[in-house]
C-alpha cells in the first residue's frame, strides 16, 4: 500500500474511544482533586452521546478510585451500585470487587467472587496500597 491509501483508511476514523480511556486515565492520575467531579460529568455525557456505554464501568472504577482516595463512602457506595447495575451480566463484574478493595470495604454476603491469581488478600492489599500512596502524595 502506497501513504496516500494508508490515509484514505484513516479518513473518518472515529477515535473518541481512545480519547475517553486518555480521559479517564487522567481522571486516575488526578484523583483526590476537586476539577474530577466535572469531568467526569463531562465523560458520562460523552459515553452516552458516542453510544459507548461498554466503557461506563471503566469510568466508574476510575471514579470509585478518586472517592476512595477522598474516603466519600457515600458516593463511593452510590458509584459501586451503579457497577452492580451495569456489570449485572457477569461483563467487568470483577470491578466492583476492585471498588471495595480500594475503599476497604467488605464484599457482600451474597457475592461470588472471581478467581484472583494472587488469592483475593493480596489482590485487596494491592488496589488498597494505591489508593493510600495516592492519599500520600496529596499530603
Do not use: C, K
Amino acid at each position: 500500500m502506497n501513504s496516500q491509501a494508508d490515509l484514505r483508511i484513516l479518513t473518518g476514523l472515529d477515535l473518541r474511544a481512545s480519547t475517553i480511556n486518555a480521559a479517564i486515565a487522567s481522571l486516575i492520575r488526578d484523583a483526590g482533586s476537586p476539577a474530577v467531579e466535572d469531568r467526569v460529568r463531562t465523560l458520562r455525557t460523552e459515553l452516552d452521546v458516542a453510544g459507548l456505554t461498554s466503557m461506563t464501568p471503566t469510568l466508574e472504577i476510575a471514579v470509585a478510585f478518586h472517592q476512595a482516595v477522598l474516603d466519600d463512602r457515600e458516593a463511593l457506595n452510590a458509584t459501586i451500585a451503579r457497577l452492580r447495575e451495569q456489570t449485572s451480566d457477569g461483563t467487568d463484574a470483577y470491578y466492583t470487587d476492585i471498588a471495595h478493595f480500594m475503599a476497604d470495604l467488605p464484599l457482600p454476603a451474597d457475592h461470588t467472587p472471581p478467581r484472583w491469581l494472587d488469592g483475593e488478600g493480596a489482590t485487596r492489599t494491592r488496589w488498597r496500597a494505591l489508593v493510600t500512596a495516592r492519599r500520600d502524595l496529596l499530603r
